[in-house]
């Protein structure tokens, strides 16, 4: 198929999914959760390994406040975020091994990418942070995948400072599985080893899993409920737009 907003490309039994909105640092809009969502739905029944990546100097900067912004100035809610949310749940409970291949900044719903996947392999360029306090938000989405892989307190962390941490802390709390300077090399050996599972034998591990780490299946009300809260509050819809406009941050006059 012909995709806006991400490229696809089988090596059988593995699809290698890019998010590829170079023009707005792989922001995530409404589109490119529609066709991942399409691909993944695809995979379903013949592939074994999805590894999903971004761009070499960005995996992806999180929620696009274009598409906000937007949305805010033509009298519409702000985009549901249930879609973001099933899928994120498709690749941490579909019938395939899930790969985040991770380069460069990955911030807010990015880092919902790389937790909802069974493995995060890296490059020492990661830098991953939650900026969504800052605009007077939080990461209700992400932070059901972000504390089933490095626990309350660490994605607490993340949360309130904002800051970006290093490829090397984020390995250290259990975001990413394994770095390396050359990931491409990284991947390609895991995939050696991973293309040897098969289809029924993934698919039972993946559902006896499930049922071990209900968290985000059990949050998703929660999450989704939190989300529309956030994104209906018209101060912080309102910085949003302004940030996009102005480029000024809430905190500055």
């Keep these: 198929m012909d995709y806006q907003t991400v490229s696809v490309r089988y090596e059988a039994p593995v ?6 909105r170079p023009g707005a640092e792989n922001a995530i809009n409404s589109l ?4 991942c969502r399409q691909v993944l739905q695809a995979c379903e029944d013949t592939v074994t390994i999805v590894v999903l990546e971004g761009l070499p100097q960005v995996f992806c900067t999180g929620a696009d406040f274009s598409e906000v ?5 033509s009298g519409q809610a702000a985009p549901d975020p249930e879609p973001l ?8 409970t579909g019938p395939y091994v899930t790969i985040a291949h991770v380069r460069g900044k990955v911030n807010a719903g990015g880092v919902g990418f790389v937790a909802a996947c069974d493995i995060a ?4 360029t990661v830098r991953v942070s939650l900026s969504e306090m800052l605009f007077g938000l939080f990461p209700a989405c992400v932070l059901p995948f ?3 892989r490095t626990g309350r307190q660490k994605a607490h962390y993340l949360t309130l400072t904002t800051a970006p941490v290093s490829v090397h802390k984020a390995r250290e709390w259990g975001l990413i599985d394994a770095c390396e300077p050359n990931s491409d090399a990284l991947i390609r050996k895991h995939l050696l080893r991973l293309r040897r599972l098969s289809k029924a034998g993934i698919t039972r591990y993946k559902r006896y899993m499930n049922g071990l780490s209900e968290l985000p299946l059990q949050m998703k009300p929660q999450a989704v409920a939190a989300n529309k809260e956030i994104f209906s509050d018209p101060q912080v819809l309102g910085d949003i737009v302004r940030y996009r406009t102005e480029g000024k941050f809430p905190w500055e006059a």
């Design 69 to 73: 912004a937007a949305h805010v100035n």
């Design 121 to 124: 392999l890296a490059d020492d």
């Design 32 to 35: 490119m959760v529609e066709e």
């Design 15 to 20: 699809c290698f999914l890019r998010l590829n």
């Design 85 to 92: 949310y099933d899928l994120w749940l498709q690749l941490a």
């Design 146 to 148: 972000l504390i089933r």
